[in-house]
């Protein structure tokens, strides 16, 4: 289901939005969506990596985990 929104946006960046030939070719909304559902990935990703990172300095203290710790994230059930 998709719903209707509206949202304030600088003019400059809409200019530039619309400058994009792919806006032309599938649409604001559609790029802006996909621009959104990136923008949460990302989002969710640093969020997961910031727990990873206060739940190793808890059980371990200060300090950088080890790399295969950064495996583990795509492995793990976060509790909400």
Partial sequence: MTKTIN????EGLLE???SCAEVRLRGRSAVVREALT???????SEEEAEA???AYER????????DELEDWAAEAVWLE
């Fill in 7 to 10: 949202f304030t946006i600088d």
């Fill in 16 to 18: 530039r939005l619309d």
């Fill in 38 to 44: 990136h923008y949460l990935d990302r989002k969710m």
């Fill in 52 to 54: 990873i990172q206060r």
């Fill in 59 to 66: 059980a371990y203290g200060p300090g950088t985990p080890p």
